[in-house]
């Protein structure tokens, strides 16, 4: 009710710009997130005492279940998945009526209405639709229905009894619903023609938060898959993993094309269409997750909620439409450019790749439906297909991420080209070489690890030649240089370390062509040999935990003849009616390569372990890079520690007259490199 | 000390006897390179992964479904044509015959799954070709609206121009 009141008294309060009216909107879209606060923290305790006459608590729940994963069983199913996506939106939209209470007076009530919509749908779903307060019930021997209490729950599914599970969904989820606040700014001011680029100012913290939760949120998921499934990869191109990515794809789409309108006032249209199709696509993410419409590994939480979603994406699309329709001569920019090859060009076409990614992996995702509706026969895109389509556009990204940011805004002259890229071209193309020569033959792996260090050489060059420049005054070290420069201008310098943790991702992803894997029933004392590790079965044991009975092998890893490390791959039963099996894999990471070993089963004709081991090259590189995203977006969300205009003393070189009307010499201005 | 050892390793013992009362089984048969090959170019029907027969490596179902159930049979099953002396288009068609299109781990480049191939270069063709038409545009609309907007102003000569780009460029840069 306090949703519908925000949504209606909001609407009121834009007609009649009555302030009490506008006062009382956002004081119920704060009661509204209070109220969301209280019904979640209510589940946690009905998970906290076992309460097993709830039954969403008794599905995914038992007893033996340890307080940590209790929390984890909030978001395990439909019903309090749902829950918690509105407890993290109203962590969000709190927030936002709290910093802007006093400010953007104009704005702000259409905002307000926006993000009171979104909620009042999900409580709709929470509410009417998939409620986790349902209580048991059964019928008596008389027929009457009456409420019942279980004695014990059926535990939580197995593959979310994981610690990364436990904050993997916060994250995602935390990425999804974040992009809510920029969709509201942005439909927000294009409904009130809120002047000039201030809402672009005001969602930059709010994006980047979001774009940094779901990065944060993709990188745990497959760093889960990795190390839980033990299926040996981190990626399989489930439409559940698509899901994820494909906001994320035109989110960052948007962070980069946003740059142009609040430097160059361009692009308005595009960026506000990009921020409606990013929310669009969290959405349809939910819905692909939730609705069971397309085949996926991720069955947790599926039911027929489908055409809720759909026609929420279809009310979304139809207001933003009309208030584009409407409004739209409020969104004209002065588009123009001074030359093919400058940031502006290369900005176009970073957007051009991401979105051609997107609709790729989109229409890959869907076709499987597509193919049914128009053939009557479900025709299936597995890994194979995504990674043949996105693999070359991933390198024409990978090779943007280098030039872009080096390209000067209006025009960048042949002198410059040559000086920012002739270097980390050369490095770039001799690692390549020698790559080559030493045997790593895989042709698109050659040519990401050839684009990683062209990229890697152009952003340690800038941060190489601004911190020169401090050095040459401040006579500091070359690190503190560094730091100080970073501080000076956090957005441009956070953005090469974001950079930066890509091109360690992609390392990582370079690294997959070359996977091995051998499979062996082992007896104890054989040995098995993969790449330069020998694997010793050295025996198996089991052991009791409070939820679950793991029967685990030892395995011993030696390389040339030394031992590294002892391994134990398990299986786990965990307790509970539903008596699931899980899989917990051994690793033994170097930034080489991965010894990954599986306890597979039993051989049904020796009645011997089977152990399944993969030695898979360079994946704790993408680990890393995921924590350098995040890092750098941390680093891009501080304040700048002094202005980006610099009034420093500049050298006039001898013989060069002094320009008439120019900016005054002791001003150099550091515009085109943000 | 004795006693405690002794029951560490009963309890071993008791273990590793019980693995196979409540392990699923699963195999370790030799699988040919050949039929892994083939194998990547069929999904894994288990109805629990995304993954290809020949990649599959879910360890005996204990993931949502008896996956190697599947793909274990399924690479067995390409070893035996194979040494029937069929070829690798006749293994698949085996098992499009038995299980429908959706056994293909991508989809065949024929017929209306070829939409999905064309699709993605269709995109990417016609998105590069928008943006040059945007740039040039953008480029034209500069050039036409230089004059305009200097109408009013000192007309400035190209090599001044070009020598205030490059005290920017030196200004900003070192």
């Not at chain 1, 007609?15 to 704060?30: D, E």
């Not at chain 1, 760093?223 to 906001?247: C, I, K, M, R």
């Not at chain 1, 006032?265 to 419409?293: E, P, Q």
């Not at chain 1, 062996?520 to 935990?545: C, F, H, N």
């Amino acid at each position: 009710m306090c949703a519908v009141y925000a949504v209606a008294g909001g609407i009121a309060a834009i007609v009649t710009r009555h302030p009490l009216l506008i006062k009382s909107a956002r004081h119920a879209g704060m009661a509204t997130c209070g109220l969301i606060f209280l019904a979640t923290f209510c589940l946690e305790y009905l998970f906290f005492t076992d309460n097993f006459s709830v039954a969403y608590v008794a599905s995914h729940s038992n007893r033996e279940l340890s307080s940590f994963y209790k929390i984890a069983a909030l978001w395990s199913g439909m019903e309090g998945s749902l829950l918690f996506w509105s407890f993290l939106l109203a962590i969000y939209v709190l927030s936002v009526l709290i910093t802007y209470r006093n400010k953007n007076g104009e704005l702000m009530p259409y905002v307000g209405v926006v993000m009171a919509g979104v909620q009042a749908f999900f409580l709709l779903l929470n509410n009417f639709v998939e409620s986790p307060f349902k209580a048991l019930a059964a019928a008596g021997p008389d027929g009457v229905m009456s409420f019942i209490t279980r004695p014990d729950g059926n535990g939580l599914n197995a593959l979310l009894q994981y610690p990364e599970m436990v904050i993997h969904p916060p994250n995602l989820y935390s990425g999804y619903t974040g992009f809510t606040i920029p969709f509201a700014f942005a439909l927000g001011a294009l409904l009130a023609r809120y002047p000039g680029e201030k809402w672009i100012h005001l969602t930059r913290k709010w994006t980047m938060i979001a774009w940094m939760f779901q990065s944060c949120g993709i990188l745990l998921g497959a760093h889960w898959a990795y190390a839980v499934l033990g299926w040996g990869g981190y990626w399989g191109w489930d439409p559940v993993e698509n899901a994820s990515l494909l906001p994320w794809l035109t989110g960052t789409a948007f962070l980069h094309s946003v740059m142009m309108q609040e430097k160059r006032g361009m692009m308005k249209v595009w960026n506000v269409w990009l921020v409606f199709t990013t929310f669009l696509l969290c959405i349809m993410g939910t819905f692909l997750t939730r609705s069971g419409v397309v085949q996926s590994v991720h069955a947790f939480a599926q039911s027929n909620i489908g055409a809720w979603f759909v026609a929420f994406m279809g009310i979304t699309l139809l207001v933003c439409f009309g208030a584009y329709v409407k409004n739209s001569d409020y969104l004209k920019s002065e588009n123009h450019l001074d030359s093919m090859i400058s940031r502006e060009s290369s900005f176009l076409f970073n957007n051009l790749l991401f979105l051609v990614a997107c609709i790729a992996v989109l229409s890959g995702t869907l076709f499987p439906v597509f193919s049914e509706w128009f053939t009557g026969s479900r025709i299936s895109v597995g890994a194979p297909y995504f990674n043949r389509v996105n693999i070359p556009i991933g390198l024409l990204i990978l090779f943007l991420t280098g030039v872009g940011p080096l390209l000067a805004w209006r025009k960048t002259s042949t002198e410059s080209l040559k000086k920012n890229f002739g270097w980390p071209l050369l490095i770039g193309v001799v690692v390549g070489a020698v790559a080559f020569t030493f045997g790593f033959r895989e042709f698109f792996s050659v040519v990401c690890l050839t684009l990683c260090v062209f990229v890697a050489s152009t952003i340690l060059l800038e941060f190489y030649r601004g911190a020169k420049v401090i050095r040459a005054r401040s006579g500091a070290s070359y690190p503190a240089c560094g730091i100080d420069l970073t501080m000076r201008n956090t957005r441009r310098y956070g953005g090469y370390i974001i950079h930066m943790g890509m091109v360690f991702v992609f390392i990582g992803l370079a690294g997959a062509a070359f996977n091995r894997d051998v499979q062996k029933s082992m007896r104890v004392g054989d040995s098995m040999q993969i790449g330069p590790y020998t694997l010793m079965l050295q025996g198996g044991d089991s052991k009791a935990e409070q939820n679950y009975t793991a029967q685990r092998m030892i395995v011993e890893a030696l390389r040339d003849n030394k031992p590294v490390m002892m391994l134990f791959p398990e299986k786990r039963r965990f307790a509970g009616n539903n008596q699931e099996n899980g899989t917990m894999v051994a690793i033994y990471s170097t930034w080489k390569e991965d010894l990954y070993v599986v306890f597979a089963g039993m051989d049904p004709e020796t009645r011997e372990p089977v152990i399944h081991a993969f030695l898979n090259p360079l994946v704790k590189w993408i680990w890393f890079g995921g924590v350098v995203v995040v890092f750098g977006t941390i680093v891009a969300l501080l304040p700048n520690r002094r202005s980006v205009l610099v009034l420093a003393p500049s050298q006039q070189p001898a013989g060069v007259k002094p320009l008439p009307h120019a900016v005054p010499s002791s001003v150099a201005l550091r515009e085109g490199h943000d | 000390m004795t006693k405690g050892c002794l029951r560490i390793a009963a309890a071993m013992l008791f273990g590793f006897a019980a693995l196979p009362l409540w392990l699923a089984p699963v195999g370790a048969q030799r699988i040919s390179d050949r039929a892994k090959q083939i194998g990547s170019k069929l999904r894994c029907m288990c109805g629990a992964c995304s993954m290809t027969a020949g990649d599959c490596s879910h360890p005996g179902g204990e993931f949502s479904g008896p996956c190697q159930a599947w793909a274990l049979p399924a690479l067995q099953q390409i070893d035996g044509l194979l040494t029937q002396g069929k070829t690798e288009q006749q293994v698949i068609d085996s098992f499009v015959a038995q299980y429908g299109p959706t056994v293909y781990a991508e989809p065949p480049k024929s017929g209306f799954s070829l939409v999905a191939w064309v699709m993605p270069t269709a995109y990417l063709v016609l998105g590069t070709l928008v943006v040059i038409f945007v740039i040039s545009r953008w480029l034209k609309k500069n050039v036409s609206e230089v004059p305009a907007s200097n109408a009013s102003v000192k007309a400035v000569s190209p090599e001044f121009l070009e020598r205030a780009r490059k005290l920017a460029e030196q200004e900003t840069e070192e």
